[in-house]
């Protein structure tokens, strides 16, 4: 939606308006705060984190010229859970599985990294943002939704509200996430090819402290990540992971879209495989308890990072510019999106009182690509790697060879452990991997059935129904306004969101979207029908249904506790 201004309007302005407050629209808001501009942050759930979702891990790179820490002091100590001391990869053949010590690659460029639950730390940036911001005549509002771009004579000049008037601006930042209606509006994302996104899928189990310690052998300030890759998942291009926090484990998957529609796979199911599986008896022990169950959509940055993220005084930061690196087990956004929003807040700063609207943004395009930013997120090799390997022909011949007699056997010696424990650990490799089965399944089958170790351990963990698991979600449901609207209910347009939807399932009729058998003048025909109460917001029925999909208004909808 777009609201065209005119000089007659006396509209509220400031100057500048960043929308969201995750970690790229709070480092945007204090790095401007910084510069003494003038900043209204505006603040779609009743605080920041309510309705972000991450993995998640938060790098803090030393060839940035940004970092968390640098632009909030007592981060770490305060927002964040463990640190990762201990960071590994799961090779998976049946019960059989091979690891790998990936050290190198994660202190590769490291200064330190922590995991981290969204509701907890963006709600204290949210704190911090609201102090550095309120000292330049700014601050924060909660409960609202930016609807859309405020254009005068076809130039952006502000943004529109569901709960506001319209509110004029010199910057916009948007930093309101994956499913960006500001990016959209502006045409510089789309959600057309499911091959460009991947969709999270995540459980937050609870753990007493004293128990984190002990099951994986790790101090109060220590914390472990691990990474799964191999059979567990049949064929669906992809892995899981784990992390430990301070008192409670993040367990999840991570698909390609266009993997799971093509294999039918249902998201919850590919999580429960993961939290079923003996590998994690040990580390999950008796008495599974689920905090919270969760989902969003994460950009592949090598296909969708926009190398121009701004249009007249619009610029993008984070996910809402696709600024998320998923390369091999390297995964990292919101030490991206932090570098983003300070250097677009530094950008406005250089180019300030300039009177082209694009002056910013052209700059804030060049920072990213002088700082490495850019080439990190779009990394040339991948591109040259991508036109040969991930062709189905080229798949289907190396896989065959890897499968063979003779690629066991050669996956299964002594020096090739070696040279996979080092093409694991190499920046440069995983930078390249293309997206294809090879690297995600076949390869870890593999090398899990040669140079696996059986595991034995029973898994007692039940994790709880997908009805249960949305029951326990809250939910501020506004009535009478839902914000997905299914345009076309034939299976061949809207059926992938049945599967694909993670709160939706074949033969459940509790989720979002369900088929439903239905006649019409004595004919039967099978239709897709919505209910957008148990959304969760994650925006995949938006790429793979036909649907008009927008947020929610400000404070309605779903609201994580953890995130």
């Not at 701004?310 to 932090?338: E, S, W």
Request: proline share 4%; hydrophobic share 35%; charged share 25%.
């Amino acid at each position: 939606m777009s609201a065209n201004g005119s000089h007659e309007n006396e509209y509220e302005h400031y100057e500048a308006v960043v929308v969201g407050c995750g970690p790229g629209g709070a480092a945007a808001a204090a790095r401007l705060a910084e510069h003494g501009v003038e900043t209204l942050v505006l603040e779609r759930g009743v605080e920041a984190g309510s309705k972000n979702v991450s993995g998640g891990l938060i790098y803090a790179e030393g060839s940035a010229p940004y970092t968390i820490d640098d632009l909030f002091d007592g981060f770490r100590e305060e927002a964040a859970e463990r640190p990762v001391t201990d960071y590994r990869i799961h090779n998976v053949a049946g019960d059989k599985v091979k690891t790998y010590d990936l050290t190198d690659l994660h202190e590769h460029d490291t200064d330190w990294c922590d995991a981290v639950l969204r509701r907890k730390m963006d709600s204290w940036l949210e704190a911090r943002v609201h102090e550095k911001t309120s000292e330049t005549g700014g601050g924060v509002l909660t409960n609202v939704r930016v609807n859309g771009l405020l254009r005068e004579n076809g130039e952006i000049v502000g943004v529109t509200c569901d709960e506001l008037d319209p509110i004029e601006a010199d910057l916009i930042v948007a930093a309101d996430g994956v499913n960006s209606e500001l990016a959209r509006d502006a045409g510089l994302m789309d959600w057309e090819e499911p091959d460009e996104w991947f969709q999270g899928v995540k459980a937050v189990v609870d753990m007493d402290p004293d128990a984190v310690n002990h099951r994986f052998g790790i101090g109060d300030d220590e914390g472990v990540a691990h990474l799964f890759s191999g059979d567990l998942f049949e064929d669906v291009r992809g892995g899981g992971f784990l992390y430990t926090n301070e008192e409670s484990l993040s367990i999840g998957t991570v698909f390609h879209l266009d993997s799971l529609v093509a294999q039918q796979a249902e998201p919850h199911e590919l999580l429960d495989a993961l939290l079923t599986h003996p590998v994690m008896a040990h580390w999950i022990g008796d008495g599974y308890e689920e905090r919270e169950y969760a989902a969003k959509l994460v950009p592949d940055s090598k296909k969708v990072a926009h190398r121009e993220p701004y249009r007249d005084r619009l610029v993008l930061v984070g996910d809402a510019a696709g600024q998320m690196q998923a390369q091999g087990p390297i995964i990292k956004g919101m030490n991206h999106a932090v570098t983003a929003g300070a250097l677009a807040a530094d950008a406005f700063a250089i180019t300030r009182g300039n009177a082209d609207p694009e002056a910013a943004g052209r700059r804030y395009a060049k920072l990213l690509e002088d700082s490495g930013t850019m080439a990190k997120l779009r990394p040339r090799q991948y591109d040259l790697a991508r036109t040969v390997a991930e062709r189905d022909a080229v798949t289907n011949a190396v896989d065959r060879v890897l499968e063979s007699p003779i690629g066991r056997v050669a996956l299964g010696n002594p020096l090739a452990d070696r040279v996979l424990e080092r093409a694991y650990n190499s920046p440069l490799v995983v930078s390249m991997l293309p997206d294809t089965r090879t690297g995600y399944t076949t390869v870890p089958t593999v090398v899990g059935e040669t140079r696996g170790k059986s595991i034995r351990w029973k898994n007692d963990a039940e994790p709880p129904s997908l009805e249960e698991r949305i029951g326990d979600l809250t939910y501020d449901t506004d009535v009478g306004n839902p914000h997905i609207e299914l345009h076309d209910k034939s299976v061949e347009a809207s059926g992938a969101a049945v599967y694909a939807c993670p709160v939706s399932a074949e033969e459940f009729g509790g989720g979002c979207y369900r088929t439903e058998q239905v006649k019409t003048n004595g004919d039967e025909e099978t239709v897709v029908s919505l209910d957008t109460q148990p959304c969760v917001e994650c925006g995949t029925c938006a790429i793979v249904a036909d649907t008009a999909w927008e947020h929610p208004r400000g404070g309605k909808g779903v609201e994580f506790r953890e995130g």
